[in-house]
């Protein structure tokens, strides 16, 4: 099994740009699509991004995705950050057999 | 609109068993795999399997080989995961999810508190 690293938390202030990075730790980022979920308290994760770079319906063009081969990562931007957007982000992928997530990066907007 | 609800909160002794379900709507079940995550006090998300509504096919992570099974019951369209000698790490939030290996998990369950103590 591979393994998927984000940084444990990342801060930001309001208007401003984030990136949050998901390395794989083996096997190619290109290979499998990469999801990005949103976990606010108490809540069921979200879906912000898909196949790599999809957004769903009803999610604001401020998020974005993107992967870097280079550096076998993926990596979720957000835009112009509002106070909502403080939650906990995961990412996910898969091989042939297995499902994996990242650990988890908490995001604070302050 | 497509919707999974989860079962409500169980409260087991280490050793014992739990069966926790999750039933669809607002989509042809047997379209989409059912994904189970679950997700320890305070930690991240862990797959913990899925299974293929069409065909009853699973695959589970195998950390958890030989303490899961998961089912479904498509003339109710409603997902069922059971895991057996329960131990204190297995205290968690359990969610269901549509969706399998490779495509994106959504939408999830609100999710089912286990929590083992003796």
């Known amino acids: 099994n591979f393994m998927l690293t984000q940084p444990h938390s990342v801060s930001e202030s309001p208007g401003k740009t984030v990136t949050i990075s998901c390395t794989r730790s083996s096997g190619s980022i290109a290979s499998n699509y990469v999801q990005w979920y949103q976990q606010r308290p108490g809540s069921a994760p979200t879906t912000v991004i898909y196949e790599d770079n999809q957004r769903p319906s009803g999610v604001p063009d401020r998020f974005s995705g993107s992967i870097d081969s280079s550096s076998n990562s993926a990596s979720l931007t957000i835009s112009g950050l509002k106070t909502e957007d403080e939650a906990d982000y995961y990412c996910q992928s898969y091989d042939s057999s297995n499902a994996v997530f990242g650990g988890g990066t908490q995001l604070t907007v302050l | ?118």
């Open chain 2, 1 to 118: 609109q497509v919707q999974l609800v989860q079962s409500g909160a169980e409260v087991k002794k280490p050793g014992a068993s739990v069966k926790v379900s999750c039933k669809a709507s607002g989509y042809t079940f047997t379209s989409y795999g059912i994904s189970w995550v679950r997700q320890a006090p305070g930690q991240g998300l862990e797959w913990m399997g899925w299974i293929s509504a069409y065909n009853g096919n699973t695959n589970y992570a195998q950390k958890l080989q030989g303490r899961v099974t998961m089912t479904t019951d498509t003339s109710t369209s409603t997902a069922y995961m059971e895991l057996r000698s329960l131990r204190s790490d297995d205290t968690a939030v359990y969610y269901c999810a549509r969706g399998a290996i490779a495509t994106r998990f959504d939408p999830w369950g609100q999710g089912t508190l286990v929590t083992v103590s003796s």
